[in-house]
């Protein structure tokens, strides 16, 4: 797991908004409060036999890599605007992991997939069937990224709003 905060200044809730919506993260739909990626990475040797080819020990890794926003509260920020970050940062990493855990179980599913793999006739068709599973697997996963994102308002129904 790796954690790229960006960093923001400001004492008000006006001033931390307006640098989030300038150095937040971006994607392919805009600039976000947060952005989390997760990265699937399967490997496996091949067992060749008389009946044709399987998978050998199936290793799959997973990436992590969690976009957040980083204050250190100036002397003149008021208390409520740190208790109001606080809440809302706490919030917002609550969001952040429900995609960690996408891309968690994105992977503990490739690999049981992976595992169940018969033998084919040659290891082409092996390695081709593998990698066509663990894209069906991923294809899956971003799915349920996208649904959750659209439920929970990209984390606004969990309390990750600001101001």
């Known amino acids: ?3 790229k905060p960006y960093k923001i200044v400001g004492s008000t809730t006006s001033d931390l908004r307006r640098q989030m919506d300038v ?11 947060a952005y989390t990626t997760w990265y699937v990475r399967w490997t496996h040797p091949y067992e060749s036999s008389a009946t044709g080819c399987s998978l050998g020990d199936v290793k ?14 100036p002397p003149d920020a008021a208390p409520d605007v740190v208790t109001r970050w606080n809440r809302y940062l706490s919030a917002l990493k609550t969001h952040e992991d429900g995609h960690k855990d996408h891309g968690i ?3 503990r599913d490739v690999l049981a997939e992976l595992r169940r793999l018969g033998t ?9 069937d593998a990698s066509a599973e663990g894209n069906r697997v991923l294809d899956r996963y971003r799915k349920k990224d996208h649904g959750y994102d659209t439920s929970t308002n990209h984390g606004a129904t969990q309390g990750a709003r600001f101001p």
């Open 1 to 3: 797991i790796e954690q």
């Open 23 to 33: 150095l937040g993260p971006t994607d392919a739909k805009g600039r976000h409060d």
């Open 60 to 73: 799959v890794s997973v990436r992590v890599t969690y976009t957040l926003p980083e204050w250190k509260p």
């Open 105 to 107: 179980g994105a992977g």
């Open 120 to 128: 084919r006739s040659t290891c082409a068709e092996a390695g081709s």
